[in-house]
């Protein structure tokens, strides 16, 4: 974790996550984020914001159908997998403007080396991604994300950690530009807060073709799948050549890597057996008999969910009710923010 503020222990505690709207969720956006980040909400000692950045994906996705439903998809899906709107809120980006206003603000006390460092930027453009301004303000927008509702803590992978840095930095900025004594012995308190990072644990979760899963390579299993459609999804999971009833490599084998997500030791150490053996209960034992056996694993364990997102799915309206209650009382927070900072600027 990043070194904290000297005020760390007084301030409320807050996190704070984005979720992309990007498309399909599958199995590797459930085990690398939903599943930690609605655990947070019982096991954090403070408030959970959880918002779907649909700003964000602008820079990448121009279909407004697309967009939208996309943004339906992931409300459903955090509330079918056990997100509290009572415990922590879900709202769109997009319905707290205020954000936008900040970006404004971040913007003029922020150096363009700081943005032209972005790995992010020069990863997508070397993607071919259209090199729009949205694209290589990314990172103040992201840092307007953060400092907004004044989050103390955003657990993010290593490929975030840049991020989480730069709105740190653009918080020093702002404070130190804005924030200064204007006689001797007057105390300016900081207006931001400078937030710290967690490194999240997201065990790695290898796609259909052993890659790791993601919609860019188009090797997912999407998450409520069920019948034939799960059945073919986990069906084209890559394995060698080894003939049914020969002992079988548990180690580096991508069907046993995605078991583990769901299994307990006690079955693993099952199933290790089996494949040592390549028989079980004295028949011949194979990778079709492990995709089957994982297939069954994935649909009991979402089931529950699965139903949940049915009702959901048929019933909009709650969702819409669960963004925009969670909204007003982000933007709440939002507006306080932002009126210290036209205050420390001079526009109030």
Same mark, same amino acid.
């Given at each position: 974790?990043? !070194? ?6 007084? @301030? ?9 709207? %990007?498309?399909?969720? &599958?199995?590797? !956006? ?57 415990? *922590? ?21 922020? $150096? ?20 729009? +301004?949205?694209?290589?303000?990314? /990172? =103040? ?8 509702? $004044?989050?103390?803590?955003? /657990? ?30 007057? +105390? +300016?308190? /900081? ?8 490194? %999240? ?12 899963? %993601?919609?860019?390579?188009? $090797? ?29 490599? =548990?180690?580096?084998? $991508?069907?046993? *890597? ?30 079709? &008999? ?5 297939? &069954?694993?994935?649909?009991? &364990?979402?089931?529950? *969910?699965?139903? @949940? ?6 019933? /909009?309206?709650?969702?819409? *009710?669960?963004?925009?209650? %969670?909204?007003? @009382? ?19």
């Amino acid at each position: 974790m990043a !070194n904290a503020d000297a005020n760390a222990d007084t @301030r409320p505690q807050r996190v704070l996550s984005g979720i992309q709207p %990007s498309g399909q969720i &599958h199995l590797g !956006n459930y085990f690398g984020a939903i599943q930690q980040q609605v655990a947070l909400q019982d096991d954090f000692p403070g408030e959970c914001f959880y918002f779907i950045a649909d700003y964000h994906a602008l820079t990448t996705l121009q279909d407004a159908d697309a967009l939208r439903a996309n943004v339906f998809d992931v409300a459903v899906t955090y509330l079918a997998c056990g997100l509290d709107p009572d415990k *922590a809120l879900l709202f769109r980006q997009s319905d707290v403007p205020e954000v936008t206003e900040l970006t404004w603000l971040l913007s003029t006390v922020t $150096n363009m080396g700081l943005l032209q460092r972005g790995v992010s930027f020069k990863d997508k453009a070397a993607a071919g991604i259209n090199r729009s +301004v949205g694209l290589f303000l990314y /990172p =103040a927008l992201m840092a307007s994300d953060i400092l907004i509702y $004044n989050s103390t803590l955003v /657990p993010v992978g290593k490929d975030q950690i840049q991020h989480i840095e730069m709105a740190q930095d653009m918080a020093t900025h702002f404070n130190t530009t804005f924030c200064q004594p204007k006689k001797k012995g007057e +105390v +300016v308190e /900081p207006v931001l807060v400078r937030p710290d990072y967690r490194l %999240s644990k997201t065990p790695y979760v290898p796609g259909t073709d052993g890659r790791k899963m %993601s919609k860019s390579y188009g $090797n997912t299993i999407p998450l409520f799948a069920s019948g034939k459609q799960l059945k073919k999804a986990v069906g084209q999971v890559v394995t060698d050549s080894t003939p049914l009833g020969e002992p079988l490599q =548990a180690e580096g084998n $991508n069907v046993y *890597a995605i078991l583990e997500l769901f299994c307990d030791e006690a079955e693993l150490e099952q199933i290790r057996g089996w494949y040592a053996a390549g028989a079980r209960d004295g028949e011949a034992f194979g990778y079709g &008999h492990a995709k089957q056996l994982l297939a &069954h694993k994935i649909d009991a &364990h979402f089931a529950d *969910a699965r139903a @949940r997102r049915e009702h959901l799915l048929a019933n /909009p309206d709650e969702v819409e *009710a669960v963004l925009q209650r %969670s909204a007003e @009382r982000a933007r709440a927070v939002a507006r306080e923010t932002i009126d210290k900072c036209k205050r420390a600027c001079g526009l109030r």
